[in-house]
């Protein structure tokens, strides 16, 4: 019995300094750990490569009906802190993603719905067609 309560006890108080660890790089802008800013890096310098690219990061809000997650405006300031560091266009979807509205996401899991999908792709039709 106190080895099942040892190792069921421990597991709630690891899950939480696990996800500690990984959202403290969110608070300091100087990380250079963040798997996100690592990718918007990468987006940068291909996109210097090649003149014709006009590199954008797109922050789609997930759902608090399948998967609720406190940290999700960290996140959003992260990507957005990210991007104009690196000066690429931030897009928040949040705008147009209501995250209550179960009609935006899929009925089985957190993905966005055609509904979701649509309103996603005018938000970015809309920032694409203010560049021309």
């Known amino acids: 019995m106190f080895f099942w309560y ?21 608070h300091d802008d100087y990380s ?5 800013l690592n990718a918007i890096r990468e987006l940068n310098d291909t996109c210097n490569v090649n003149l014709l690219c006009t590199p954008y990061v797109a922050y789609i809000p997930n759902s608090d009906y399948w998967r609720p997650n406190q940290a999700r405006d960290l996140y959003k300031l992260h990507l957005k802190k990210s991007s104009k560091k690196l ?11 209501d995250t209550k509205d179960i009609k ?21 039709s809309s920032h694409l067609s203010k560049k021309k």
């Open 104 to 124: 935006n996401y899929a009925p089985l899991g957190p993905h966005l719905s055609k509904l979701g999908y649509q309103k996603f792709a005018e938000l970015l």
């Open 87 to 97: 000066k690429i266009k931030f897009i928040d979807g949040s705008t147009v993603i």
């Open 6 to 26: 040892r190792v069921l006890s421990l597991w709630p108080l690891r899950r939480r300094i696990i996800n500690l660890e990984r959202f403290r790089g969110l």
């Open 32 to 36: 250079k750990s963040s798997t996100s």
